[in-house]
């Protein structure tokens, strides 16, 4: 009994899975159903569809643009299975209408699909494919032919992929993304070899501009202009003279088979200027130019014939002090420069301005001499003295030239802007040089103190400093004075230190250079001299008592 229980149960689960299998290729089958009931409040009909079989629909697949219900209770309907659920049969009427325009697509196209390309909507995948769709069309594409990484989740994805089949009797219409690259490819390196061949000049639309150049499509394939292939000027911002839609004429100049790269010119669809530039300009010519860019670093000019050439900061005038160019000059501006560098391999040009403009140091020589006492501007202060600007031309006042006071530098007693008096020292014509003096128009520290010592005087001072060849010996108002090593005896040179105080006879006032010379030796013979003088007057009044003693007798 056991064993026909189980026989029983074996044949009811094949009967089962039989009825599975006969449901399974009923799917997707489209029949004429009737709708039995409309159910408004859940949105949803249900529809007879054969053998006492009903499905639900939703009732907006049966609504018209306005929001009507095309169908009421009790009328015809053709509607696809498209599954079951519980035995209840799964139904659509969208789908019929998208089988139906398969159907018109299929007849329209089956006699020729080779060429035809469409765009579309990845609606489903499965473990073949994918299922596309394109104005209610169905379409199929083969996970082979989709050219897709098995990673990528491409549901929702747009696409353009090759019609490659079409199959009346299954209603199947079969697409290829591979296909259509390939041809795209092979369209391309056409293209490419066409106009890659030599002086081959093409049209094209601009279609992106970017701030480093812009794509131009010429004949379906994108080439880069780069900013420096679009005039012989140099780097040029293309939004300035184009904009996307744009037709342009280009030159194919070079292709990267590796990196599907086409770079495209303007310019050398152009003649190249610069081939006029080198037969008929030359260094050293004088033309005339209009400012057309200022920068904080100079000025482009433009020649008139799309060369740009540079004037740089330090050739616009010969002031040393420009901070910007556009103090000197205005957009626009027509100015004579003269060409001091051509260069037509690099396309560089530069000219100057300053060189065609009196040089201040020559109007300068013309109207000072050495030795004249002129007023002057301070421009700048460093560590060793001031820069002081004479009639457009600037001079060096040193430290050591600023005052009589060794210790006093230029920082201490002037700033930038200052007047000041100063005497042309020196003009140094070779290298345009001027060294200025101020001290000379101050009283000299010398000059006074000569006035009030001569030489054999007795004076003491301090040691100041003690050097190899003698001692410095500060004295009274900031005056020194050396002392020579062979003027130190009978001192020892090696018991004497820095700030000790010393005596010392004046051997020499030189006023002109500024110098004094003590000596210690010569005090010495001084004293000496005055010990034998006394010592003289001592004696002689001894023996004249002694004869008058030997009168009175």
């Given at each position: 009994m056991a064993f026909d229980n189980e026989s029983f149960e074996e044949e009811e689960s094949f009967a089962e899975l039989f009825a599975a299998s006969e449901r399974e290729q009923e799917t997707n089958r489209i029949v004429e159903g009737e709708i039995v009931e409309i159910q408004a409040d859940d949105n949803r009909a249900l529809v007879g569809v054969g053998d006492k079989l009903e499905g639900i629909i939703s009732l907006d697949e049966i609504r018209d643009e306005?929001?009507?219900?095309?169908?009421?209770?009790?009328?015809?309907?053709?509607?696809?299975?498209?599954?079951?659920?519980?035995?209840?049969?799964?139904?659509?009427?969208?789908?019929?209408?998208?089988?139906?325009?398969?159907?018109?697509?299929?007849?329209?196209?089956?006699?020729?699909?080779?060429?035809?390309?469409?765009?579309?909507?990845?609606?489903?995948?499965?473990?073949?494919?994918?299922?596309?769709?394109?104005?209610?069309?169905?379409?199929?594409?083969?996970?082979?032919?989709?050219?897709?990484?098995?990673?990528?989740?491409?549901?929702?994805?747009?696409?353009?992929?090759?019609?490659?089949?079409?199959?009346?009797?299954?209603?199947?219409?079969?697409?290829?993304?591979?296909?259509?690259?390939?041809?795209?490819?092979?369209?391309?390196?056409?293209?490419?070899?066409?106009?890659?061949?030599?002086?081959?000049?093409?049209?094209?639309?601009?279609?992106?501009?970017?701030?480093?150049?812009?794509?131009?499509?010429?004949?379906?394939?994108?080439?880069?202009?780069?900013?420096?292939?679009?005039?012989?000027?140099?780097?040029?911002?293309?939004?300035?003279?184009?904009?996307?839609?744009?037709?342009?004429?280009?030159?194919?100049?070079?292709?990267?088979?590796?990196?599907?790269?086409?770079?495209?010119?303007?310019k050398a669809v152009q003649a190249d200027p610069w081939a006029e530039v080198e037969s008929e300009l030359d260094e050293g010519d004088t033309i005339t130019v209009t400012v057309s860019n200022i920068e904080n670093y100079g000025a482009f000019v433009d020649l008139g014939n799309d060369i740009e050439g540079f004037l740089h900061i330090s050739e616009i005038t010969w002031d040393k002090n420009v901070k910007n160019p556009a103090d000197y000059l205005t957009l626009g501006q027509e100015i004579d420069v003269e060409v001091i560098e051509i260069d037509p391999k690099t396309h560089k040009l530069r000219v100057s301005l300053k060189r065609l403009l009196p040089k201040p140091f020559d109007e300068f020589m013309k109207k000072h001499s050495e030795g004249e006492v002129v007023s002057g501007t301070v421009t700048s202060l460093t560590d060793f003295g001031a820069f002081v600007r004479i009639d457009g031309v600037e001079g060096l006042l040193h430290n050591q030239d600023i005052s009589w006071d060794k210790n006093t530098k230029a920082k201490d007693v002037l700033k930038s802007g200052d007047e000041v008096e100063v005497k042309i020292a020196k003009i140094n014509e070779a290298d345009q040089k001027i060294s200025l003096n101020r001290k000379t128009l101050l009283e000299s520290p010398i000059d006074k103190f000569a006035a009030n010592n001569k030489v054999n005087t007795v004076v003491s001072g301090t040691i100041r400093d003690i050097k190899d060849f003698g001692v410095f010996v500060s004295l009274e108002d900031g005056v020194d004075a050396l002392i020579r090593d062979e003027d130190l005896a009978p001192l020892n040179k090696e018991e004497l230190e820095v700030g000790q105080t010393i005596e010392a006879a004046i051997a020499n006032i030189d006023t002109r250079r500024d110098r004094i010379r003590l000596s210690v030796k010569k005090l010495d013979y001084i004293k000496n001299q005055a010990m034998l003088e006394e010592i003289n007057d001592t004696e002689s009044h001894s023996l004249g008592d002694l004869i008058k003693d030997q009168i009175k007798k």
């Open positions: 306005a929001g009507e219900l095309k169908f009421g209770v009790g009328d015809k309907i053709k509607v696809m299975i498209t599954g079951y659920y519980n035995e209840r049969p799964k139904i659509s009427y969208k789908k019929v209408l998208e089988q139906e325009k398969t159907i018109e697509f299929i007849d329209a196209h089956k006699e020729n699909f080779e060429d035809l390309v469409i765009d579309g909507v990845i609606t489903k995948k499965n473990r073949g494919g994918y299922v596309v769709e394109a104005d209610d069309v169905t379409f199929f594409m083969p996970r082979s032919l989709a050219a897709f990484k098995d990673s990528e989740d491409v549901v929702g994805k747009k696409i353009k992929a090759q019609v490659v089949k079409i199959d009346p009797a299954d209603n199947s219409i079969v697409l290829s993304r591979r296909k259509l690259f390939n041809e795209e490819r092979k369209k391309k390196k056409e293209i490419i070899d066409k106009i890659m061949a030599d002086d081959v000049v093409v049209e094209g639309v601009i279609k992106k501009i970017t701030s480093y150049g812009m794509f131009v499509d010429v004949g379906g394939v994108d080439g880069l202009v780069h900013y420096n292939e679009i005039s012989y000027k140099g780097p040029v911002n293309p939004a300035k003279l184009y904009k996307e839609g744009d037709t342009v004429t280009v030159k194919a100049i070079a292709y990267d088979k590796d990196k599907r790269h086409l770079s495209l010119s303007v």
